[in-house]
C-alpha cells in the first residue's frame, strides 16, 4: 500500500517568510510524528499526535513552530518567520499506535532552505 | 540527562567482513529498542525491534543484541556488502521513540 508522503520535497525560503509542510500518513496509522535532521546530525523530535489525544509538543524549539492534524490523518507543520538556522530536512512518520512494539514508517522528507 | 550514544564516526569495513556498530544508552529503561537504516536523501526505514527480556534477534544477515545491564545494544551485519552502506540509527521506546545521532557504515569493495 502507499506509505507516508510529504509534500514539497524541497521548499526554498527566504527568511521571515511562514512555510507549510504537509505530511499524508499511511491510512490507519493513528500516532504521527514529526522530526527535524539538519545536515550530518540525528534526528531531532519535534511533535507527536496520537488518536485524539493532545499532541506532545515537547520538542517543537520556539513558538514559531506549530503544528496541527486534521481528522485524524493530514497533518501540516508551519513555520512562521522562517530563520537561516531552520533550515533543515523535515521528516514525517506514522505508525499503528505510540510506545510498546510501535516502529515508525518515514516520509522523504522535506528540504527547508531558508536565505 | 538522558543520552543515546552512537559512534558519531564513520564505519568503514571490507566487503564479506563483519560490521559492529555500537548504540550506548544512559538514564533510560526501555522495553524495546529498535535499529532504523537510513540511505542518503530518504527517511529512515525500520530493520529490527528487539524487547528487553531478549538477549539477541535475528533477521537474514543482522543480528541486534541488547544488554540492559550495560546498557548497550550491538548491531552486527554479517558478509557485508557495499549495498549495505547506510546510517544506521538506534532508537529507544519510552512515551515515544527517541533516536540516537547514527553511524554511517562504508563497505568498500
Known amino acids: 500500500g502507499a506509505g507516508v508522503s510529504q509534500s514539497p520535497s524541497n521548499k526554498v525560503t527566504e527568511k521571515g517568510k511562514d512555510v507549510e509542510l504537509r505530511c499524508d500518513p499511511i491510512?490507519?496509522?493513528?500516532?504521527l510524528y514529526w522530526y527535524r535532521q539538519s545536515l550530518g546530525q540525528g534526528l531531532e523530535f519535534l511533535i507527536y499526535?496520537?488518536?485524539?489525544?493532545?499532541?506532545?509538543k515537547s520538542g517543537l524549539p520556539s513558538d514559531r513552530f506549530s503544528a496541527e492534524r486534521t481528522g485524524g490523518s493530514v497533518s501540516t507543520l508551519t513555520i512562521q518567520r522562517t530563520q537561516q538556522e531552520d533550515s533543515a530536512v523535515y521528516l514525517c512518520?506514522?505508525?499503528?499506535?505510540?510506545?510498546?512494539?510501535?516502529?515508525?514508517?518515514f516520509g522523504p522528507g522535506t528540504r527547508l532552505t531558508v536565505l | 540527562s538522558q543520552k543515546i550514544e552512537q559512534n558519531s564516526e564513520a564505519l568503514n569495513i571490507q566487503e564479506g567482513k563483519t560490521a559492529t556498530l555500537t548504540c550506548n544508552y544512559t538514564n533510560y529503561s526501555p522495553a524495546y529498542l529498535q535499529w532504523y537504516r537510513q540511505d542518503p536523501g530518504r527517511g529512515p526505514v525500520f530493520l529490527l525491534l528487539?524487547?528487553?527480556?531478549?538477549k539477541e534477534k535475528r533477521k537474514e544477515r543482522l543480528k541486534v543484541t541488547f544488554d540492559t545491564t550495560l546498557k548497550q545494544s550491538l548491531f552486527h551485519i554479517t558478509a557485508s556488502q557495499p549495498a549495505d552502506s547506510a546510517t544506521y540509527l538506534c532508537?529507544?521506546?519510552?512515551?515515544?521513540?527517541?533516536f540516537g545521532t547514527g553511524t554511517r557504515l562504508q563497505v568498500f569493495p
Open positions: 512518520a506514522s505508525s499503528l499506535w505510540t510506545g510498546g512494539e510501535s516502529t515508525q514508517y
Open positions: 499526535f496520537q488518536g485524539n489525544s493532545a499532541p506532545d
Open positions: 532508537a529507544l521506546n519510552t512515551d515515544k521513540l527517541i
Open positions: 528487539i524487547r528487553e527480556n531478549e
Open positions: 491510512s490507519g496509522h493513528t500516532a
